[in-house]
């Protein structure tokens, strides 16, 4: 019989505290020091979904989000440890907004009419009443400064049509970097992630 559900992530908890308490490594580190291999574990798991696609293995992927795990397990049994959250918090944190954000599901009448495009509508929506500026500021507000140039440029143009301030660019300007953004803008128009079409152009050619 298969183990109790969550049995696994609580074992997994009480082997990172354990690790916390007698690896000499584990023990030193600190937030700001588990940026790099956060950002490592995440480019290693976008790779493993790329593979998969390809090959149709996913147990890659399975290995890739267990490092993804670890790296939040280890970032909760640090604070855990300072008295200011632990898994748990995390969990029931994600599990309020994921409520609060698909009313269509959770709401008092849930619809299940929308189409994706909808969805993405009111989540942005409920995302704009929580104070997350959505265009109403400056475009480029509260944006990770860590996202690729072009995963920033599509949020970007994202947030000026929300907000009824559409660019017009130029795909034969003289200045490449209005180019570049211009084809972000048709990816947008044709529904493509421009992230993950320039990485599959990348990778058929290497």
């Known amino acids: ?20 308490a007698e690896c000499p490594w584990k023990a030193e580190q600190t937030h700001r020091s588990l940026v790099r291999y956060l950002l490592e574990e995440t480019a290693e798991t976008v790779e ?35 008295g200011e959250f632990d ?20 709401g008092e009448t849930p619809s299940a009419d929308l189409d994706a495009a909808a969805v993405n509508d009111l989540w942005q929506k409920m995302k704009a009443r929580e104070g997350k500026p959505a265009g109403a500021v400056e475009a ?29 660019l130029d795909a034969a300007s003289a200045d490449l970097g209005e180019r570049l953004l211009a084809l972000v803008a048709e990816a947008r128009t044709a529904g493509v992630d421009p992230e993950q079409a320039l990485r599959d152009a990348v990778r058929a050619r290497s």
């Open 1 to 20: 019989m298969a183990d109790p559900a969550g049995s696994a992530v609580e074992e997994f908890v009480a082997v990172m505290r354990r690790l916390r």
């Open 48 to 82: 493993a979904i790329d593979a998969g696609e390809v090959s149709g293995d996913w147990s890659h992927l399975a290995e890739e989000l267990g490092d993804v795990l670890l790296q939040v397990v280890f970032h909760a049994a640090i604070a855990e440890e300072r």
């Open 87 to 106: 898994l748990d918090d995390v969990a029931r944190g994600i599990t309020t907004k994921m409520r609060r954000r698909n009313p269509h599901v959770f």
């Open 140 to 168: 480029g507000d509260s944006l990770p400064a860590g996202l690729s140039a072009l995963l920033y440029a599509d949020k970007v143009l994202d947030r000026l049509d929300r907000s009824g301030r559409p660019v017009t």
